[in-house]
């Protein structure tokens, strides 16, 4: 089943945060979060491992609660750069790596 | 080092023709995987290789789909007899494992079936 994203789609003036979640019907083994502008390949942000290990971006956070089955992607201090659509990508099979990936949420950073 | 490269970038075909799609992944990188995204849709997953045997296809849509990697390295995606229902970018990502490992995407290759 496909991962569910809220919200849809935010926009923020430059310095402002947000927070993108992410919740699953079924049980994960990781979360992979990307960030993808127009016309160009998703881009690897962060990857969330059941029993809590993280991998990713300096500048980014995330969370995931095992037991809820729900990611949150936390953008601080949002720069222009940051503008795209943020997917969530999720692992329930924990062998594989075969990626569900949510509908999208839209970001747009203002000056 | 280089990322993970597609050809071509575009690729316009009439109906019921064949296309290949070629990936060539990030060099060492065993799992290699094909996605395919519909405008305004998440990638959606079409088959997984871990080294040359496909160890999952589930997510292709029919037997008009199917990929090879002959040797561990390139893989190519062939659809035969397109449909315009087939027209997405096709994506490429490939990673140093499977689970718990970041796949890195290639640009993809833009199809349309006219």
């Known amino acids: 089943q496909q991962p569910v994203q809220s919200p849809q789609a935010v926009i923020l003036r430059e310095g402002e945060d947000a927070v993108i979640n992410c919740s699953s019907s079924?049980?994960?083994?990781?979360v992979h979060w990307y960030r993808q502008k127009h016309g160009e390949a998703p881009v690897f942000l962060m990857i969330?491992?059941?029993?809590?290990e993280q991998k990713g971006h300096e500048k980014i956070s995330a969370s995931f609660n095992e037991k809820k089955q729900q990611s949150s992607l936390y953008l601080t201090a949002s720069q222009l750069s940051y503008s795209g659509t943020y997917f969530c990508?999720?692992?329930?099979?924990?062998?594989?790596?075969?990626?569900?990936f949510g509908q999208g949420t839209t970001l747009q950073v203002k000056p | 080092g280089a990322g993970v490269s597609q050809t071509p970038s575009n690729k316009v075909t009439e109906k019921g023709k064949y296309v290949e799609l070629r990936c060539d992944p990030i060099?060492?990188?065993?799992?290699l995987y094909w996605y395919r995204q519909s405008l305004g849709q998440g990638p959606e997953f079409l088959i997984y290789?871990?080294?040359?045997?496909?160890?999952?296809d589930s997510g292709l849509p029919n037997d008009r789909f199917f990929a090879v990697r002959p040797e561990g390295s390139v893989s190519t995606l062939k659809i035969q007899r397109t449909e315009r229902g087939d027209s997405a970018v096709y994506l490429c990502?490939?990673?140093?494992?499977?689970?718990?490992?970041?796949?890195?995407f290639g640009p993809g290759t833009r199809l349309t079936v006219t």
């Open positions: 990502a490939s990673s140093q494992g499977t689970s718990g490992s970041e796949q890195y």
């Open positions: 079924k049980a994960l083994y990781s």
């Open positions: 969330l491992l059941k029993g809590g």
């Open positions: 990508g999720t692992d329930g099979s924990g062998n594989t790596g075969k990626l569900i």
């Open positions: 060099s060492g990188h065993t799992a």
């Open positions: 290789f871990q080294g040359t045997g496909a160890a999952d």
